[in-house]
């Protein structure tokens, strides 16, 4: 589908609480609203959300943050926080209730908290002198906004969904503050959202519950609502919500296990966005030019870790060996005779390992592994056990120095011709003896970064 662009300036915004790290769900919404605003050339905006102080912390926001700016998901301005807009909350709500669209609710809290019209009935039709008296006399109360009464359908837009509707009546009155004074969810996105002319407020599909709640505080101000678009929910495995047990590692995580960003944003802009290049990697700049929120499916995507090791694997193939060899080198065996550090063996052995490996951790623990020794089991010595005699000899002629993969392969080569041996004899034999698997990479390779104590040291063990 051809890409529409929206006229005037498009606002969108991610909206996290700090309460936790940033996972995968969280990061798709972020990509999302960072990818429709530039496809628009608009404003991408942070808000965190972090009225619940006490679970909220500066160190989340600043890990939030951190994972942002490494995905290259950069907001246009300096992130703002509910906390820093008490007086503005308190202004909004003070008008609200001079229009009468919201009243003080003397309920108990067990019964204020609720949203059942049986609850706010008590206190909605309270005479305005009474209300005043208990006010002054210092009782306790919430402020409620003041539902639409009746059966009728409420009806309001989502771009994805087209027109929703729900009876007025199952809206009830909701609480706007808390008898502390504090704004609820409802009501503080609102007052953010326009404040800030957010024009997308695009999110999970689990919020559309509150959009009637806020659509019915937007047309109380006389505000024009923004563009509702609810995305689906990114599911587990077992297409249950997104946790931790499900795969929802954090961003941080992938971050220190050594992905790339361009692999990480690659694969999240597939999971409901059908326009996604599925063989490709790709930044969010480029993403975005491409990028229609219409696009978008309603089908709730699962959260695929092999199909994510599939751009780990491209965008790993990008990396300059050379950069890899400078972080990984030191997982290379020292030779312990002094014997040469040949920086072109390790970094073959690399290109070698790369095409399998999604992140510079997996790359790591496969250079670990190639030089493990594993138990070989009953493995046969062969058959003519002087070759094998006469192979350590001629290997053990090499000076330390001169230990490296292209001499070695020389002289496995003219070993073989002058013995008559088939080669898979010659290699199987040797792959066995130095690392107990029947495979891997080229074992001169392997030979050439063990060096030639440590290789020999495996080539001549058990040997009378």
Aim: glycine content about 8%; charged content about 25%; some cysteine.
């Amino acid at each position: 589908m051809e890409s529409k662009e929206v006229p005037g300036i498009v606002s969108t915004r991610f909206a996290p609480s700090p309460t936790g790290l940033l996972h995968i769900g969280g990061a798709r919404t972020a990509l999302f609203n960072y990818l429709w605003a530039k496809r628009n050339g608009g404003r991408f905006l942070l808000r965190f959300e972090d009225t619940d102080r006490a679970r909220s912390s500066a160190e989340f926001e600043e890990a939030i943050l951190d994972d942002l700016r490494w995905l290259g998901i950069l907001p246009d301005e300096e992130a703002a926080r509910q906390t820093d807009r008490a007086a503005r909350y308190s202004d909004a709500l003070a008008e609200l209730c001079r229009i009468g669209s919201a009243y003080a609710c003397f309920c108990p809290p067990e019964e204020g908290v609720g949203t059942a019209r049986p609850h706010a009935d008590k206190c909605r039709f309270i005479p305005s002198e009474e209300r005043a008296r208990r006010i002054a006399s210092g009782e306790p109360f919430c402020l409620r906004f003041a539902a639409p009464q009746g059966d009728e359908p409420f009806v309001f837009p989502d771009r994805l969904r087209g027109e929703l509707s729900i009876k007025r009546s199952s809206i009830g009155d909701f609480v706007l503050a808390r008898s502390d004074g504090s704004p609820t969810y409802f009501f503080a996105v609102v007052v953010d959202d326009h404040d800030f002319d957010v024009t997308h407020v695009i999110r999970g599909e689990e919020h559309l519950p509150n959009t009637p709640k806020q659509e019915l505080i937007y047309r109380a101000f006389g505000w024009e609502a923004p563009e509702w678009v609810h995305i689906p929910m990114v599911l587990g495995s077992e297409r249950h919500k997104l946790s931790k047990r499900s795969g929802a590692v954090s961003v941080a995580s992938y971050r220190e296990d050594g992905w790339t960003p361009e692999a990480l944003v690659s694969y999240l802009a597939t999971l409901s966005w059908a326009g996604a290049p599925d063989d490709a990697i790709s930044g969010a700049g480029d993403l975005a030019r491409a990028f229609d929120i219409g696009d978008v499916s309603l089908d709730s995507p699962v959260h695929d870790q092999k199909r994510m090791d599939h751009f780990g694997r491209m965008a790993m193939r990008g990396l300059s060996v050379e950069s890899l060899l400078l972080e990984c080198r030191a997982l290379f065996p020292l030779p312990p005779d002094g014997g040469a550090l040949i920086d072109s063996d390790r970094a073959a052995l690399i290109g070698e390992l790369l095409p399998s490996c999604a992140c510079k951790s997996e790359l790591a623990r496969s250079i670990s592994e190639a030089f493990l020794l594993r138990d070989p089991g009953e493995e046969d010595e062969p058959a003519d056990g002087e070759w094998a005699r006469d192979l350590s000899g001629a290997l053990s002629s090499v000076a330390p120095e001169a230990w490296n993969s292209e001499n070695l392969k020389n002289i496995l080569r003219g070993f073989q011709k002058e013995r008559g041996l088939k080669g898979r004899a010659l290699y199987h034999f040797l792959r066995m003896k130095l690392t107990g698997v029947g495979q891997g990479a080229p074992i001169t390779l392997l030979m050439g970064c063990m060096g030639k104590t440590n290789a020999m040291g495996r080539l001549d063990a058990d040997r009378d």
